[in-house]
């Protein structure tokens, strides 16, 4: 079984096809892979940094669609970070108090199992 940070490592190398705002969340999707964010996503790119839902964030999350990271690491007691190829930085933090709920994010489609965070 996957741990994890193995889990994550699958999506190195596999283009962003997709971005799903549902309700209060963020779907980021492979090429099957789905990383859900229900932790609110911060985006560094271009000198820029935006957080979901602020003003301008929809529009740079949907500017990750085609970027390949080429790095996905986590630090449990803060965040999941990928690193794309265009230099654009995704952070979900893990810390309790960014999260509204229980879970920060969750992975689905690599292996059988449901990764949660």
């Not at 971005?19 to 209060?24: D, G, P, Q």
Request: a negative charge; glycine letters at 8%.
């Amino acid at each position: 079984m996957l741990e994890r940070y193995e889990a994550l490592n699958q999506l190195v190398g596999e283009e962003i096809n997709a971005i799903a705002f549902v309700m209060n969340f963020v779907e980021v999707h492979f090429n099957g892979p789905i990383l859900t964010c229900y932790t609110p996503p911060i985006l560094e790119c271009r000198g820029r940094t935006f957080v979901f839902p602020h003003e301008g964030s929809r529009d740079a999350l949907c500017g990750l669609i085609g970027d390949i990271p080429y790095e996905a690491c986590e630090d449990v007691e803060s965040a999941i970070v990928l690193k794309m190829n265009t230099g654009c930085v995704l952070t979900i933090r893990l810390d309790r108090d960014s999260t509204m709920g229980r879970e920060a994010a969750t992975l689905i489609g690599v292996s059988e199992t449901t990764f949660v965070w």
